[in-house]
């Protein structure tokens, strides 16, 4: 089992930034991608971005050159810097690992409420 606990988020003003950590531990060994998704309310949670074992990573399309995901393998951490916020991105945001490939492990959520 992997258990992923999360940090950050809150309420900001629209333009302003964020940050969110998430904290792996359990079995970590085999842990291939972590990323963060996020859900508002009545819509779909949706991946945000995510980071691979071997430090690829992607983003969705609505937060590229906003967002930046980093990863310390050390602490077995990853953080999402979250830039220019707008009301359109509050939600609430998960941790995601993925472990051997087909084993889905999920945080607990984070409010992220942007104000206009």
């Known amino acids: 089992q992997v258990q992923l606990v999360e940090s950050g988020g809150g309420l900001v003003q629209a333009g302003g930034s964020l940050g969110l950590s998430c904290a792996a531990s359990g079995t970590i060994f085999g842990i291939t991608a972590m990323g963060w998704y996020r859900q508002a309310p009545g819509k779909q949670r949706e991946l945000v971005a995510r980071?691979?074992?071997?430090?690829?990573?992607n983003y969705a399309d609505s937060v590229k050159g906003r967002f930046t995901i980093t990863r310390d393998k050390a602490k077995n951490t990853v953080y999402l810097q979250m830039n220019s916020l707008t009301p359109e991105d509050t939600a609430v945001y998960y941790c995601?690992?993925?472990?051997?490939?087909?084993?889905?492990?999920w945080g607990q959520g984070t409010q992220v409420t942007v104000s206009s």
């Open positions: 980071i691979t074992s071997s430090g690829t990573t």
């Open positions: 995601n690992a993925v472990r051997l490939i087909q084993n889905n492990y």
